[in-house]
């Protein structure tokens, strides 16, 4: 059974950092890409960030670029992001979820964690 | 960047009803297209992904068709547990989301 599980979440002060990390577990890591997605309360989806199986290739949106960043441990079956400069509008749950293909070009996200709170207030 | 904007943005059917939600890219993205169902207070699910072919394990009452700029997804008999936010995703250049479609029981 496939589980991802993020952890990481809190509350933080404007301009500050975390580290969000999603544990995966019944299927081979570091076959497929990986993915970011937040959804603010009460708000839609945003696709945050991705990466490669390799970690050859790497995307972020427009909102968090120079400021996130992706990363996977393949040994360890984990992935990252290193959240700076953090703002009150990074407010939001977020997902880690599983792309059904090895690459950023094709992505469809098959299975999802149950996110991980992180709140952006001073 | 590409945006994709779906309609409506809610939506009240009774069960049974055929329902129809449209998302229109601002660009061509061929068939770069997947739609996801979220219901309340849980993680997005994967129904469709290149715009037509069913998830595995989905029931067949999902459909989404549509290539280039507008795409269409329809529950050909609405049940009570297809209560949920509808949202349209592509992948053609990195991945946009639609902004949903709340989809409620009349």
């Known amino acids: 059974e496939v589980q991802l599980v993020e952890s990481g979440g809190g509350l933080v002060q404007p301009g500050r950092s975390l580290r969000l990390s999603c544990a995966a577990s019944g299927f081979t890591f570091d076959d497929y890409a990986m993915h970011w997605v937040r959804q603010a309360p009460g708000k839609g989806l945003e696709w945050v960030s991705g990466i490669s199986w390799n970690s050859g290739s790497i995307g972020y949106a427009d909102s968090v670029k120079g400021r996130f960043t992706i990363s996977r441990d393949n040994a360890k079956n984990s992935l990252y992001l290193q959240m700076n400069s953090l703002r009150a509008e990074d407010t939001a749950l977020y997902y880690c979820?599983?792309?059904?293909?090895?690459?950023?070009?094709?992505?469809?996200?098959?299975?999802w964690g149950q996110g991980t709170l992180v709140t952006v207030s001073s | 960047d590409i945006q994709m904007t779906q309609s409506p943005s809610s939506l009240s059917a009774s069960v049974g009803d055929r329902v129809t939600i449209t998302c229109q890219a601002s660009q061509d993205i061929s068939n770069y297209l997947n739609w996801y169902q979220q219901k309340p207070g849980k993680a997005p699910k994967l129904l469709i992904y290149?715009?037509?072919n069913l998830e595995t394990g989905v029931p067949s009452r999902f459909s989404g068709s549509g290539s280039g700029t507008d795409f269409t997804f329809t529950i050909s008999s609405l049940q009570p547990e297809d209560i949920a936010t509808y949202y349209c995703q592509q992948y053609d250049n990195l991945l946009t989301f639609g902004q949903g479609t709340k989809l409620e029981i009349k």
């Open positions: 979820a599983k792309d059904n293909t090895h690459d950023l070009a094709v992505a469809a996200l098959d299975y």
């Open positions: 290149d715009a037509s």
